[in-house]
């Protein structure tokens, strides 16, 4: 099983901030392979990006997702109110899939 | 517009058996991959298992013994059941749709239905 290991697991900014976000697997994911998600409070997750670097339908460009092999990175440019949540990664393979622990992005 | 909406019991009695059911509007349930996702409080998601419409299913190694899907297209449902269930399975669950094609990432996801494993 691949294993997803997202850093850091809390991180701290303003609104305006450029966000980073790093998810790291055990082995080679392939680039097809390779999703995020948004999870505000209460709500279920949303997908934000999909074959590492697709935004879904009717997300802002603000969004994007980067990386190869076993280092993938979401970025948000310009941090806005409703962008403070939880993002998770996630991979395929094998007919499974697994996440990484996530990400909870809070405002400073 | 693709809906999912889950359902069942949110109580369970320890050792006893969850069944929850996923109504699905909006869509077609031929030629994909529909799928369950478990969420404990303040916890990150599980992967349970998926299941196609032509009844082929996979399921997570750590459940498996546990576990069965059922999907039933005529009435735009599909199913979950899991045996002998302990606190470790307190959760909200979540039905998903796989993505067309290759099914690698969930597109849709219904609002979650939170169970509890208690006596």
């Known amino acids: 099983e691949i294993v997803l290991t997202q850093s850091p697991g809390t991180l701290s900014l303003s609104p305006g901030e450029r966000a980073t976000l790093s998810c790291r697997a055990s082995?080679?994911?392939?680039?097809?392979?390779l999703a995020w998600y948004q999870q505000r409070p209460g709500q279920a997750p949303r997908l934000l990006i999909f074959g590492t670097s697709a935004r879904a339908t009717g997300i802002p460009d603000r969004f994007s997702g980067s990386g190869s092999g076993t280092d993938f990175t979401l970025s948000i440019s310009r941090l806005e109110p409703e962008d403070f949540a939880v993002y998770y990664c996630q991979q395929y393979g094998t007919s499974s899939y697994t996440f990484g622990q996530g990400t909870k992005l809070e405002i400073k | 517009q693709v809906q999912l909406q889950e359902s069942g019991p949110r109580l369970v009695r320890p050792s006893e058996m969850l069944s929850l059911t996923c109504n699905v509007s909006?869509?077609?349930?031929?030629?994909?991959?529909w799928s369950w996702i478990r969420q404990p409080a303040g916890k990150g998601l599980e992967w349970i298992g998926r299941i196609h419409a032509s009844m082929r299913t996979n399921y997570n190694p750590s459940l498996q013994s546990r576990l069965t899907m059922s999907i039933d297209t005529s009435k735009n449902q599909f199913s979950l059941t899991l045996t002998s269930v302990t606190a470790a399975d307190t959760a909200v669950y979540y039905c998903?749709?796989?993505?067309?094609?290759?099914?690698?990432?969930?597109?849709?996801w219904g609002q979650g239905t939170p169970v509890t494993v208690s006596s």
């Open positions: 909006g869509a077609s349930m031929s030629s994909y991959f």
């Open positions: 082995e080679t994911v392939s680039n097809s392979f």
């Open positions: 998903v749709r796989l993505s067309p094609g290759t099914p690698r990432y969930f597109d849709y």
